[in-house]
């Protein structure tokens, strides 16, 4: 059995993404993503593997363009407004189709906000905080060990797809401490990078990266590829977890942060009587569509848990293609709902 | 009768602007919308309206974070990549309230993609490409006279909301040459600039702008203001035009430059006995919601066309409730969908 | 009789400045010197004068560059620091000849060094900080009159020799508050700008400014013209002010702040029965070395009083021809030398 | 022996620096040192030695500084024009003793200037291009051979003084080829890093590095330390090589690339039974006044050859104290003076 131990989120995030074969991170400091900086400049170097605080994210994310291009497993993270500042460099990377794993601890917002926990930042992560038609897939971790398995998985599926992946997290769960193990006997999946800026042998011209397509034929394959791909994810890679969907009257959707607040409210609910489930999206995209659709079949009415003012809503309305009453419940400004506030909700739209 | 000009559409724009009471731009160059800087560049100076070349577009969506702090009319305008970079800087401004006027003369992307027309920034105009909850009134001209018109008007709503607005048009429209009228007899609106860091008189305390909220209860007063004031946007600001919708079988729906090709596609289709419609908003947040849904009871399907993989789709499809089928057609790279093109989709879609 | 102010030596500069003609102002804060930056921002946008506060001294000195190559009268002052930031853009205005007034409020160095008033950039100043062979104008003010007064020959000398000119004050002087009188009836004496990239009539071709000359005999065509300027500058424009120094044994040599103390050690040294004289250059460049080596035929030795450890006793040891002693006397750290040390010294010097 | 490679300086430079021990190294590409930096981007990775090509000079100094203050052996080069952007830096670091190796591989200035060498950057290098008191050993190396030796000696003597050290070379040097060996068995010598930010063990506080020192009393004393260090460094690491100087009536002096023209111009001149000689600072500060002066007895004149117009020459005549005539013959822009062109020069100033 694995070792154990107690860990902050953001702390096992870095030293899972040590353990998942990083070879180089590029970050700035942030409130409250700012542990994971200090524990890879403390464990990179010695480790040899590169680490460089950059001048601002802006940087950053242009360093993990160039590291990713030339092949490397590389990582930057942040929290809400740095990752804003991304927004020119990641519709970048996923044009040139460079994997790289990207963490958004959020924070509450719009602007500086707060610093306390956060789900604001759903649609710029699934519907493209920058310019164009892109996507990448954005996985939500709800505890510190999933947080931790979901990086290898990150690390994966961005050189499997060659897009970058996010790992859409929050400041309590950065901050939080909970158990965790460490995968035994991970390896890295062989992987081709015969098209990176690095390795040229003799028999081979050199390979360019661009995000650049000045002629628009070009680009629209540019694009009819990127959507093809996209089409691939949607079909293979959506996660999710159901909790008492079975005979669920009501059922309660929530990624992340929110799903544990939703889990509990669900057990709380069934103690008393009431039948309440739970589908929680272990990635937010691709959205898990298909089992929304089937369950809209079963149950009354579905309702979103966010800490946001409703945005995964939408992706639940399109899913359910509007059959069944879909309701939204969130708080904002880093306050998170009671399972006493959710419960009353479903209660009122059981009785409407 | 006002004068008429024969100018481009950028151009266009920067004379409006100025006419409208403009009082700073601060900019940085980015192809197709580099001749609103020119313009700007050489008719503020000799009327002594601040203009400044910024060292990037960052440093120019703060320079309009700190000058329309001060109560002025400011103005930046950019073309896709650049607008991503100032999705931080946006993220405040909607956070501290703070009228200005920005522009996104879009092109191809994902990346530095291609500087043809494009429409693929719909969703990081209308669902938050910076992070947090908030929302920009997001105008779209069709013609270079309609690019001018906004302009007034986008000053105007922005200082009656406080709060940002943008202008998405395109390169096609920012570069084509059209007659246009400037308004004649226009008056900035009378305006309270109390909350402004500038004027203050010896009876008050200093004004400080912040978009930073340390205490969760501030930062949830303040998304409960700034949700208030959006839907009162949403009950009095929703703009579009409706053509040949009476007897039409299918809506199609698009704004700026493809629903010009909608336009000319309802024509040809007419003369040749198909009863088509186009809804155009000629604003796409608050989105024309009451109307679609409206028509979405006589029409036997809507049409999204967008230069775009999908994006207003989604919004046209919440709007309808699903309750009849929603299509959509676009191209991407900077290729123009052509009237025939549609129409044989709009066929094949009443053919189903 | 002009109206007399009680003002700082940093509000007097700045309103010289707009009485000048200003045109144009470039900063960023830094202490000493922030309060011209305030002065600027309060009193130049009423008036219709360009005032940006940019992201960084290396923005601010290439605006500079940019302003000042369209011909206009324009400035941008600093702090020790700040002054190094600009070094490359200083080094390219210099080399494209281009009329502008730079301000170096001098702080304690070396690095962020101390707040407190010093002298220890005078090398920077004169030889160059910046690289390759280029000399500005150096003007060395000691009161707050004069900084006012100097400023008006900063932008007249400027354009003059379209040159680069630097006014190198301190901390102590542009906090001091003095009695201070601005220049009557001054205009700005009539220019030729027809070098400059506005302004292009239709019977020329666009002007280009550039600091670039790839093919090596330009550049040493553009050294020799550089070269010649500066020898006509050394022939007509040194400008220094004698006191005591008809009878005097020991010459003193300051400049700026020193030259104060410096003044006050005659007087007492004087009063004492000892002949003590003061050469005080108003402009370290071009150096007063004639006025130096004719007292040199005169005086038993010269002692530089510098605030730092000893820069300006160089050229004093180049000027007299090492045909007398030439000692040195300074502090550093912000620290200033009293009249009762520098006399100390001359006697010591005088019994060696 | 030592295996001999044919290589350019630039590689050179790199190589050793590898073979020294380098632990880190931050830079941006400029001409004509990019090949530093090619070298490094292409072997240290391998090694996993600490490369990052920086957003600018100025993040790259900046870099250099919080690497350095380490306790690492790090180093960043430029050219002429990058150097001047690294001043506040290279002013920061020699006020806060961190040890690290600069390189300047100058180009022919002011300006953008041109890519051809030049020792227009003398005067910035020695006499404080940046702000303050401060003073770096500056090695000026001649041959591709020399170059690469100067780099183990730049670290060795950077670490025993805390020091920054520059080596100011030119783009001919760096891009000649020659052939040079490697120091066999050099081993970094022991060094004491108890200062630095980095190793702290728990009977220790944190160290803290620093170039603030707000009290006056402590930016003395900290310049009072400093001062005491040169004046060592002056005492002890004095170099240069005698060329014919024994019975020599003209001695030239010259460094770096305009040195190995005056060795040739004293081979020629000899042939011709002019008695020439020349006296070549392999370290142009600390200056090696002593034995100018000495020689200053036997010559009858001095002639600088400097590929600028006039800088050394002014150290030459402090360091002679005028007692005999010392010239100064020099190119500009690029162009490299001929033997002939010296010859006459000398035979000029014997004839006066």
Redesign the interface.
């Known amino acids: 059995m694995a070792e154990q131990y107690l860990m902050k989120g953001n702390e096992a995030l870095a030293e899972a993404a040590i353990r998942a074969g990083l070879e180089g991170y590029f970050g700035y400091p942030i409130t409250p993503q700012t542990e994971i900086l200090e524990y890879f400049a403390k464990h990179l170097?010695p480790k040899?593997i590169?680490f460089?605080q950059?001048?601002s994210e802006?940087?950053a994310v242009n360093m993990v363009y160039g590291a990713g291009a030339c092949g490397k497993r590389v990582m930057t993270t942040t929290s809400?407004?740095?990752?804003?500042?991304m927004?020119?460099g990641?519709?970048?990377i996923?044009?040139?189709e460079i994997p790289c794993v990207l963490v958004n601890i959020?924070r509450?917002?719009?602007?500086?906000?707060?610093?306390?926990p956060?789900q604001?930042?759903y649609?710029?992560a699934v519907?493209?905080?920058?310019?164009?038609?892109?996507n990448m897939i954005v996985m939500t971790p709800n505890s510190v060990q999933e947080t931790a398995d979901m990086v290898y998985e990150a690390f994966d599926l961005s050189e499997k797809y060659q897009n970058p992946v996010l790992i859409l997290s929050d400041g309590a769960l950065g901050q939080m401490m909970e158990k965790v193990e460490f995968k035994e006997n991970y390896k890295v999946p062989a992987k081709d990078i015969s098209w990176a800026t690095t390795g040229k042998t003799p028999d081979r011209k050199m390979n360019a990266i661009?995000?650049?397509?000045?002629?628009?034929?070009?680009?629209?394959?540019?694009?009819f590829r990127?959507?093809a791909k996209y089409k691939l994810i949607k079909e293979n890679e959506v996660d999710y977890e159901l909790y008492h969907m079975d005979d669920a009257e009501v059922g309660l959707i929530a990624f992340g942060l929110s799903s544990r607040l939703a889990k509990k409210t669900v057990d709380i609910a069934r103690a008393k009587g009431l039948k309440i489930g739970l589908i929680r999206p272990k990635r937010v995209w691709p959205f898990p569509t298909e089992i929304i659709k089937e369950y809209s079949k079963k149950v009354k009415a579905f309702m979103s848990v966010e800490m946001?003012?409703g945005?995964m809503v939408?992706d639940i309305?399109?899913a359910v293609?509007?059959?069944i009453p879909v309701e939204q419940y969130g708080?904002?400004?880093?306050?998170i709902p009671s399972p006493e506030e959710i419960i009353a909700k479903v209660e009122a739209l059981l009785n409407k």
Chains 1, 2, 3, 4 share one sequence.
């Open positions: 170097p040899n590169a460089v950059a001048e802006v940087a809400s407004p740095g990752f804003s500042l927004m020119e990641v519709s970048y996923a044009c040139a959020q509450g917002g719009p602007g500086l906000g707060t610093i306390q956060s604001g930042d649609f710029q519907k493209g905080g920058g310019h164009g038609d892109y661009t995000s650049l397509y000045i002629q628009p034929e070009d680009m629209e394959q540019k694009n990127l959507q946001n003012v945005q939408e309305k399109l293609e509007c059959k708080k904002v400004g880093g306050i």
